[in-house]
């Protein structure tokens, strides 16, 4: 494992959204949904490609608050614009578990 500064962390910009659309992304080389997550009104709505299709229905997710990094720049994944990175967790059977904060929180949060 590589350390960082405390710097170089300050730098990632983990901030808590709601998830406000989920679709099927056909196109992914593993499953995948498209999702739109609300970040709140000084960073808005962006778009995340998350392989989380093994634990999670696009119903269940729909309101869900999940934490995000939203600094990263966009990444083109097929034809699909990814412009943040949804955190999660592996389980050992390689199934993805969303981190979400605990209680509800004001979207774009940012964690401390």
Known sequence: ?????????????????????????PQARKPAYQLKIDFGSDIGVKQSSAQITALYTKEQLLGTQVIGVVNFPVKQIGPFRSECLITG?????????????EQKVPNGSKMA
């Open 1 to 25: 494992m590589e350390l960082i500064s405390w710097e170089q962390f300050g730098l990632v910009e983990l901030r808590v959204g709601t998830i406000i659309e989920a679709a099927e992304f």
């Open 89 to 101: 967790f592996y389980r050992p059977d390689g199934a993805v578990v969303l981190a979400v904060p």
